[in-house]
């Protein structure tokens, strides 16, 4: 009768929950539209996001990786992660929203529960003229083998993300 408590006892143990850490199956922004605060230039640090509920992908790029094309041409900017670009992946305890990211102050909540920066990957960017316009530059901002690494040791490999959205600058005078 002993061994039987003790069989079920340990059966109960390595059948039980896990000790709470988060974990992320997927990471998916199909659905998830583009965002930003400011609009984007190619002289300058930009910020974009998507935002899908409790959970962000956050997209920063370093100033001339949004390049600024060549009137004609599509010209093609490849940028590495980590390096000329970040991408880090946040849940929050709650719906987030565009504010969260814009507030010149920002907001408490919702908290951050977990936040995972990319390891490795490139951002590829597909710069080409806006056509019938000369002072514009559409931009098709696509990702690449992004590779997130969580703090438990686990690497996120079910991405879908290739398509990060599209933005347009404007030539500066």
């Not at 980590?82 to 565009?98: H, L």
């Not at 079910?158 to 500066?172: C, W």
């Amino acid at each position: 009768m002993r061994k039987c408590i003790f069989s079920i006892l340990g059966a109960i143990t390595i059948l039980s929950c896990s000790d709470g850490d988060l974990q992320i199956e997927t990471i998916d922004f199909d659905s998830a539209s583009i965002q930003y605060c400011a609009n984007p230039v190619a002289n300058a640090k930009n910020l974009m996001f998507k935002i899908n509920d409790n959970e962000a992908l956050i997209l920063e790029l370093q100033s001339g990786v949004l390049n600024r094309g060549v009137a004609g041409d599509t010209v093609i900017t490849e940028s590495t992660v980590p390096g000329q670009s970040q991408v880090t992946y946040r849940v929050f305890s709650d719906a987030v929203n565009k504010d969260y990211f814009c507030n010149d102050i920002p907001t408490v909540d919702p908290k951050v529960i977990d936040e995972v920066v990319a390891e490795g990957g490139m951002v590829i960017i597909e710069t080409m003229p806006v056509e019938n316009d000369t002072t514009r530059f559409e931009h098709n901002i696509n990702l690449s083998g992004i590779s997130f690494v969580t703090g438990n040791g686990e690497r996120i490999t079910n991405l879908a993300i290739n398509e990060f959205g599209e933005v347009i600058t404007v030539v500066p005078d």
